[in-house]
Structures are given as structure tokens and as C-alpha cells.
């Protein structure tokens, strides 16, 4: 922080934390007051396009780096705005910027300013710089996310809970203060950190709630390594008992329901239903299978090669097309990104049709899903909490018979591409949910802590 | 081998017939299979001479297996045996005397099994409510806890029944037969007619084989039908069922019931199958070929084989399910099953 300031003084006068539109470089020959509004305005998306411009150029952990690194990138893109001016701003107010910035991240100014009716989405945005003391762990954990290296709800929430792992064995425990208390206080920037990435899974939110209630939970005479050891100890519990186990549960149950000579339909990729797959074709099962994938994800593919290299038949389709083979199917199974108490399921967008799908033509559909899985809100549509897929080339997996630059559909004024990554099947449609505790209609949520023998989800 | 016979085994331990045991505990008219099962599982207890619980669960598991094979339709003793190794195994109990154990055991089951005697009465009480006075009422096959409805409602109000036939079996008649000596109105409706007699109808009520997590219901075939007439001609579906027939199954669809096995609506491997069918079963004079004169005709053996004995009738069909825990709908039927087999 302190580096970055010297460098402002040096460069220019000092630029106090004001509101944007009120800053005065160092440079324009005219006075904030003698310019007319408009040209203020101008003055102001140009600062803009600078800071945007300047933020795509120079991503980076330290803010000492990136005001140095952004100084002499910048410096030649941008014109008449004092660069150094950005880089104060940008880490002093990271918060508030980052979020205003987000949405105008992919426009110029004088073009359209990102999605209007779904704009509460939140545009997926590169991990901006890292204030206050980031684990490196967490940083790359953050730009795994928000490149999609990791996804997926159980890949996603293991790779946190492991993450954390290594951030509670390196923290320290300040002098006066006790680490049952000041822990959360550090990893609540980490868990910031990780949400501005991409926004947080039901899964991560559930394990990180019961973090903290073992966090607080823990005996404070324990000298720091044990109960560090005991919090490592107990965060691997959780990973074997309410993932792993569990899987291993679903599977034998799930399994039971497949028989020979059936054919099952799946969509997108779940980890959970191909691990169902798989175990009962080890098991000798003989049944099909129908791969129902859907653009720009394309994450059948992957679970299309790891079932046919086992030898399984498989059958692989687009989701438009879908209506064409479901008479074949005799089970449909699909996997969870969350499910909500009234029963709902929150998974991959187009989930919601195959189910539809399959319920009018009197094909059970069968959601695997652990019990870690479950909120306890209530969702009733897809539109109130959803996520938008990266923006990134929709045309990869075409044939190529044009050239690139004219299959591109960013820079046009008047479109704007909408992704959501996951959509709401309403109860009505699901036929079972299989859990780690059996087989439950999904309007029996309730019900589950109650087989568990708690209190709470 | 006269029932409940024990008969000193190889290691020196006693064996005991539980099926025997079961068949013959099965004669009491009043008991159903659940319960029966539940009875035959309490006396395996008291034979058995095992040391720990693990042995115990084991012998109890063993002896719901031979049930099971024994029986050609299983799934309502499946949940009565389910049910009481479930309570066998939760019931809460100090390690050190374990005779002790398995004669509480022996109590609580026969306890049970008495109590569950009274539990047609608390069903029929409670849907008592539910059966206004002039009511018309269709009703499916043969139900000992409908009977017991039917014949308290009478007492108090005027109800009229139909009933269905319920091929193959025809126990359809013999709730006529009953009703009929208790003086309630009744008429036999042909499975067939079910639709046409469904606007005259108030509700339906029909007995129960299990009722399972899903909330949906098992029961003879035919049930699954009325169910889906009654919804299209928007007539409440009630069904009455005993704590002890729920059950932890989930049927995902008919097929997936365990008494389904291919030979159910399979086709014949050959032409001379078809030859068979027109053998002199039929009553009218052979060999005439005039529809006018031949009388009516009944499959064969062979043919009604190929059917099944119970349908899986779906939890959006069914409006309410009365049982002596009180009046659940089919969602909450999964709840208490759920709550009653928490570990």
C-alpha cells in the first residue's frame, strides 16, 4: 500500500480517495469546474475504459506489484488519465470498484453496458487483485474457479475444505487472542476472496458453515498445533464421511435400481452418476447408455469417454434432440447441484427439461444427490439466484468452415450473450432422490435430519 | 411335521420350522401376514440360543429370508419383518443380560402384535369421520380393515357399496357376501364397469398390502386403475393401511415391484400356446363358431399366470392414507417411515 502511494507522489499530485467522477488529474489543462458536464462525462468513461483496460492488462496478487506492473503497462494505453491514479483507486476502494466494475467489464464506453434484465446474475469476472493477506493456496484456488479448471459441486467444495486445510495449519495465532476466535476472522477475507472468483455452491456454503461451528467449538486450553491438527482432523471427517462415504452409499443403493437390459439416460456430467454407472457395470449389470449433452459446456463429453472406455454402450446426443430417444429410455438419472427443502432440485441448466421430458413419457427420474447437498431455502424458479457460463469462444466445437473472426458474436452492440449455468426441476418432475439414508420422494427433505439424528441440515 | 416343532439340529442347537410356526399362526383369521411374520419372528426369539445381538439379528434375518422364499407374494411380510428386526436391533439394552434381552424382546413383540389386533378398530373410528350419512361408496377386492369400516359405519349411517369383482380371484364376492348378511346395499361391478359407475360414486376405499415410501400404495391389481379413474372423475382415493404394513420400498414404476418377474405379461414362445387357449374350458357348445351362441369364456391357467397379483398405485393418486398413527397424506407417510427407521 505504502509503495503505491510514494509512486502517485512521484508521478503526480496527490489523488485523494474522492469520487470517481470528481478526480482531477494531474494533466488536463482545464480545471474540474471549468469543464462543461459533458465533457466531465467524458472524461470520466475515459478514466473508465482506462481502468478497464488497465485491469485486463495486468492481473496480479500483490497491490504493490500491480500499481508498479500497471504503471508502465498502462502508461501507453492509456492517454490523457493519469495512470497512477487507477492504481490508488484501485486499491483503495478494491471492494466497491471491483463491483461496479464487473458488469461494464466487457464494453467500451458509448456501447451497451452489460446484461439489463438478468444483470443480478453477476457476470463471471477474473479474480481481482487480492487485498489484505490472501493464502496463496486460496488465490490459486480462486483463479481455478473462475476458469472452470474446477467444477462441480463435490470438486469444488473438496478443493476448498483442502485449501483451508493448508490455510489453518500455516496461521498463526496472534498474541492476546484465541484461535477459536480470531481463525474466523482470517479466513473470512479467504472465503471473500473465493466468492468474488465465482460465486459460492450450496456445497461450499454448507461445509464452511460447519467449519465455524466446529471452529468455534474447539477447546481453547488446546496448545495451537493440536487443535489445528484437531480442526484438519475434523475437516477430513467431513470430506470422508458426507462425500466420499456417502458416494460409496448412493452407489450400492442407485445401483440396486439399475437392472439388465435397461437404458439409462444421463445429462451433462455429474460425478455421482458416473460413479453409479461405473460400479454397476463392474458388477456385471448389462445396460446402455444415452448421453444427453447440451452447448456451450459440453461436459458430456468428458463422462462419454470414461464410460466407453470401460465398455459400456453409449449413445450420445445434443439436448434439443432429446425428444427423439426418450421413449428408449427406461430410468433417467441425473445428478444434484443442490436441493431445496420444497423439494426442488438446483442443477446443470437444461436439467430441468430432461426431467420434464422424461416425466411425460412416464420415465422415472432418479436424482442422486448427498445429503450434504441440501438447503434449506426454498427456491420456486431459476431466475433468482443462477450463474452465467464464462464467456468464451461458442463456436470451439463447430467444424471449422468459416475463419474464426467472423463466427465471434462479442462486440456487437446490440447482442449480448446469456448463459446460465444451472436451472430449477420442480419437484413435481423427480421421481426419487437417492441419499446416502435411502430413497426419499423429494418432498421428504424435511425429514432427513431427523434420520440423521441432528437437529439441522 | 406338526407346526412349531422343534428339532434338535447338528451342533446340538435347536432348529425350529418357522414357516410352520407362521402358516399356523396364520390360521387366526384376524391376523395378517405382517403381524403373523412378526409373531413367528418373536417365537424364533425365544427358540433361538444366541449369544450376542449380532447372532440374533442374524438368526432373524435368516428366518425373514425362508419367509420370504416361501410365500409367492412377500412384500407385506417384508414389512412386517422389517419392521421388527428394525425394533429388535434400536431397542436400547444393557450388555449384561442378554437372556434378559431377548425376553424383553419376546414381550414387546407379543405386546405388539396384541395391540396391533385393535388397530382395524382405531382405523375404522377415524374414517368413520369421513363417511357422511347416504354416502356411496366403492370399494376394491377383499379388505379385513374396510370390512370393519363398512360394518361401523353402518351402525350409525346409511351407505350403500360397490364392489368391485376382482378377477381372478373373485373376493370381490365374498365382500358381498358379508356386507350383503349385514344388510348394507351392495352390488357387484364387473373390473370393467369401474369407469361407468364412477360418477355414482362419493369415494373410494380400498385395503391395503403395503404402503410404501414414496407414499403410494401396493395392493391387488385393479387398484391402480379405480385410483386413476377417481382422479380423472375428481373422487377422493382413501386407503386404509396398519402402522405395520408401511414399508421401506420404492417402486420407481410397476416393474419395479418385487413380485414383478418376466414371466408377468410375457408373450408365447410358440403358436401351439395359442392352439391351447381354445380348449373346452369354455362352456358354450364346442366347435361352434357363432359368437350368438357360445356362453361366456374364462382363461386359462396358463393365461391368468401371465398377470400380476398387485399393482403399485402412484402417491399423486391417493388423497389421504388412514392408519392407526392418525390421517397422513402420502408425503407424510415417507416422513414417518423415515422417523420410525432412523438409526
Known amino acids: 500500500m505504502t509503495e503505491s502511494v510514494t509512486t502517485i507522489k512521484a508521478i503526480a499530485s496527490p489523488l485523494p480517495s474522492q469520487p470517481q467522477g470528481e478526480a482531477s488529474g494531474s494533466q488536463p489543462p482545464k480545471s474540474q469546474k471549468n469543464m462543461t458536464k459533458a465533457e466531465r462525462r467524458e472524461q470520466q468513461e475515459k478514466q473508465r475504459a482506462a481502468k478497464a483496460a488497465a485491469k485486463s492488462a495486468g492481473p496480479s496478487a500483490k497491490p504493490a506489484a500491480a500499481a508498479g506492473g500497471s504503471n508502465v503497462k498502462s502508461a501507453p494505453s492509456a492517454a490523457t488519465v493519469p495512470a497512477a491514479g487507477t492504481p490508488a483507486k484501485r486499491s483503495d476502494r478494491r471492494g466497491t470498484v471491483s463491483g461496479r466494475e464487473a458488469p461494464n467489464m466487457f464494453d467500451e464506453p458509448g456501447k451497451a453496458r452489460g446484461l439489463r434484465i438478468f444483470s ?36 469444488r467444495c473438496i478443493a476448498t475444505l483442502t485449501a483451508f486445510k493448508t490455510v489453518i495449519q500455516d496461521y498463526v495465532t496472534p498474541p492476546n487472542n484465541t484461535l477459536s476466535r480470531h481463525l474466523m476472522t482470517h479466513l473470512s477475507p479467504q472465503i471473500t476472496h473465493l466468492v468474488s472468483a465465482r460465486p459460492m455452491s450450496v456445497t461450499m456454503g454448507n461445509a464452511i ?95 462419454l469417454s470414461v464410460l466407453t472406455s470401460v465398455g459400456i454402450q453409449c449413445t450420445y446426443l445434443l439436448l434439443p434432440a432429446i425428444g427423439a430417444v426418450i421413449t428408449e429410455a427406461s430410468i433417467v438419472f441425473v445428478g444434484a447441484h443442490s436441493l431445496h427443502s420444497n423439494g426442488a432440485v438446483f442443477s446443470r441448466a437444461g436439467t430441468a427439461l ?96 431427523l434420520a440423521l439424528g441432528r437437529s439441522t441440515l | 411335521m406338526p407346526p412349531g416343532t422343534i428339532v434338535a439340529g447338528k451342533d446340538g442347537s435347536s432348529q425350529f420350522d418357522i414357516f410352520a410356526t407362521y402358516q399356523s399362526i396364520l390360521k387366526n383369521e384376524e391376523i395378517s401376514t405382517p403381524l403373523a411374520a412378526i409373531l413367528a419372528l418373536t417365537e424364533l426369539i425365544e427358540k433361538s440360543n444366541a449369544g450376542t445381538m449380532f447372532e440374533l439379528v442374524k438368526a432373524l434375518n435368516d428366518g425373514a429370508e425362508v419367509l420370504k422364499e416361501r410365500t409367492p407374494n412377500p ?69 379385513r380393515v374396510v370390512m370393519k369400516t363398512l360394518l361401523r359405519a353402518h351402525e350409525r349411517k346409511r351407505i350403500s357399496v360397490y364392489v368391485t369383482e376382482a378377477r381372478p380371484r373373485g373376493l370381490g364376492l365374498r365382500t358381498y357376501d358379508e356386507l350383503t348378511a349385514a344388510g348394507i346395499p351392495c352390488t357387484v361391478v364387473l373390473d370393467s364397469a369401474v369407469s361407468y359407475v364412477m360418477d355414482q360414486v362419493d369415494f373410494v376405499l380400498v385395503g391395503s398390502e403395503a404402503v410404501v415410501e414414496s407414499g403410494g400404495l401396493i395392493n391387488a391389481v385393479g387398484s391402480n386403475q379405480i385410483a386413476i379413474i377417481a382422479k380423472a372423475a375428481n373422487k377422493p382415493f382413501y386407503a386404509l393401511a396398519e402402522s405395520y404394513k408401511f414399508h421401506r420400498l420404492f417402486p420407481l414404476s410397476q416393474y419395479d415391484l418385487p413380485t414383478h418377474n418376466p414371466s408377468i405379461l410375457s408373450f408365447p414362445l410358440s403358436s401351439a400356446a395359442t392352439a391351447v387357449s381354445h380348449s373346452p374350458s369354455s362352456i358354450g357348445p364346442s366347435g361352434g363358431k357363432t359368437l350368438t351362441s357360445e356362453g361366456p369364456r374364462f382363461m386359462t391357467q396358463e393365461q391368468v399366470a401371465c398377470n400380476p397379483d398387485v399393482d403399485y398405485t402412484r402417491p399423486d393418486l391417493i388423497s389421504l392414507v388412514f392408519s392407526d398413527v392418525g390421517s397422513l397424506t402420502p408425503e407424510g407417510v415417507s416422513q414417518y417411515l423415515v422417523g420410525m427407521f432412523a438409526g
Do not use: W
Request: charge should be neutral; aromatic fraction near 8%.
Open chain 1, 209 to 303: 458453515r460447519q467449519l465455524k461451528l466446529e471452529i468455534s467449538g474447539s477447546d481453547i486450553d488446546l496448545p495451537e498445533q493440536d487443535a489445528k491438527d484437531a480442526l484438519c482432523l475434523k475437516i477430513d471427517n467431513y470430506i470422508r464421511d458426507r462425500i466420499i462415504i456417502a458416494d460409496q452409499v448412493i452407489q450400492e443403493i442407485a445401483g440396486n435400481k439399475i437392472k439388465d437390459g435397461d437404458v439409462i439416460l444421463t445429462y451433462a456430467r455429474s460425478s455421482v452418476v458416473e460413479k453409479v454407472l461405473l460400479r454397476a457395470h463392474a458388477e456385471g449389470k448389462q445396460f446402455s447408455v444415452i448421453v444427453v449433452d447440451s452447448r456451450p459446456m459440453l461436459e458430456g463429453k468428458k463422462l
Open chain 1, 354 to 449: 430432461v426431467a420434464m421430458m422424461a416425466k411425460q413419457h412416464s420415465v422415472p427420474v432418479v436424482v442422486c444427490c448427498e445429503t450434504y447437498k441440501f438447503s434449506e431455502t426454498v427456491q420456486l424458479d431459476s431466475f433468482i439466484k443462477n450463474e452465467l457460463a464464462p464467456a468464451g469462444d461458442l463456436f470451439s466445437s463447430f467444424p471449422i468452415t468459416r475463419p474464426k473472426s467472423t463466427l465471434t458474436l462479442s462486440g456487437q452492440s446490440n447482442l449480448e450473450i446469456l448463459n446460465p449455468l444451472y436451472d430449477l426441476t420442480p419437484p413435481s418432475s423427480i421421481t426419487a432422490v437417492v441419499t446416502e439414508v435411502g430413497v426419499i420422494p423429494p418432498s421428504s427433505i424435511s425429514s432427513i435430519p
Open chain 2, 75 to 143: 412384500i407385506s411380510l417384508n414389512a412386517g419383518c422389517e419392521l421388527f428386526i428394525a425394533f429388535a436391533y434400536l431397542f436400547p439394552h444393557d450388555s449384561d443380560s442378554f437372556s434378559g434381552l431377548k425376553t424383553e424382546l419376546v414381550k414387546q413383540g407379543q405386546r405388539y402384535a396384541a395391540e396391533a389386533l385393535t388397530y382395524r378398530e382405531k382405523i375404522a373410528k377415524l374414517a368413520l369421520g369421513f363417511i357422511k350419512d347416504g354416502s356411496v361408496i366403492l370399494t376394491h377386492s377383499y379388505s
Open chain 1, 120 to 155: 443480478h446474475f453477476g457476470l463471471p469476472k477474473p479474480p481481482g487483485q487480492a487485498k489484505g493477506d490472501i493464502h496463496p493456496a486460496i488465490i490459486r484456488l480462486g483463479l481455478q474457479f473462475s476458469e472452470f479448471k474446477i467444477a462441480g459441486a463435490n470438486a
